[in-house]
């Protein structure tokens, strides 16, 4: 029994010894491929180096390098930058770069947007577009093709003969329909929103008050007599608003005084006309000699 026993123990002290010598060397191993390796590192590092930067992040970091000239650094982000997608492992989580055509994406095999001059679709960057489809330059994305859609007509217009509804027998009438889906760059062209034909009604006359819109227009345009006479001052007029009132009212007492003796000479001369009609009609007319 106490044989058995020593042999345990000495079992037991050697397996103590081949564990401490493993983690030795594995000590050592680490000190020498990171000789300036610390723990107390900042920016979300867990272990770092002077020359290398962060070797491994905190939780929920990711690890990325980060090019500085020459030399790339390691770096804890709580997200991946552009370019890149993020993968989560057991012992640590790293960014990984996208394919050379995409500028962001979800996972290596899904894009969410592309580089200049690619078009994304379905998750992927291509040249062109499948077929089917029509590419959007300012989304740059592959996008179904829109075709032209516009409404039912509205009723027909009156029958018309320039801008008036009475006073013919033949005219015109038209009809209209709105777009309202324009198409896109590949999609069928709108047909025509306004239709016009010909047509006759049962010809009557014209009212008095009514007129074209042309004639009233004309009418609108033409100004009246009073008013273009207005509009236009007289020289005479412009120098009178000049004059001092007092210049204003002689001459006012020198145009009454003009047609008062105007009066007068009117009143002289029916006199003078009928007294000599007067003195015609009392003279004694010549007696003629009658010869046997």
Known sequence: MHLRLISWLFIILNFMEYIGSQNAS??????????????GCQGGCATCSDYNGCLSCKPRLFFALERIGM??????LSSCPSGYYGTRYPDINKCTKCKADCDTCFNKNFC?????????????????????????NHTMECVNIVHCEVSEWNPWSPCMKKGKTCGFKRGTETRVREIIQHPSAKGNLCPPTNETRKCTVQRKKCQKGERGKKGRER??????????????PDSKSLESSKEIPEQRE????????????????GTEVTLAEGLTSVSQRTQP???RRRYL
């Open 112 to 136: 969410t947007k592309c580089k200049s001059g690619f078009y994304l679709h379905l998750g992927k960057c291509l040249d062109n577009c499948p077929e089917g489809l029509e590419a959007n």
């Open 250 to 265: 002689n001459k006012q007492q020198q145009k009454k005084r003009k047609a008062q003796d105007k009066q007068k000479s």
């Open 219 to 232: 009418k609108r345009k033409k100004p009246n007599k009073g008013e273009s006479k207005e509009a236009i």
């Open 285 to 287: 007319t010549p007696c």
């Open 71 to 76: 030399k790339q650094i390691g770096v804890c």
């Open 26 to 39: 594995r000590g050592r191993r680490q000190r020498r491929m990171h000789p300036n390796v610390s723990q």
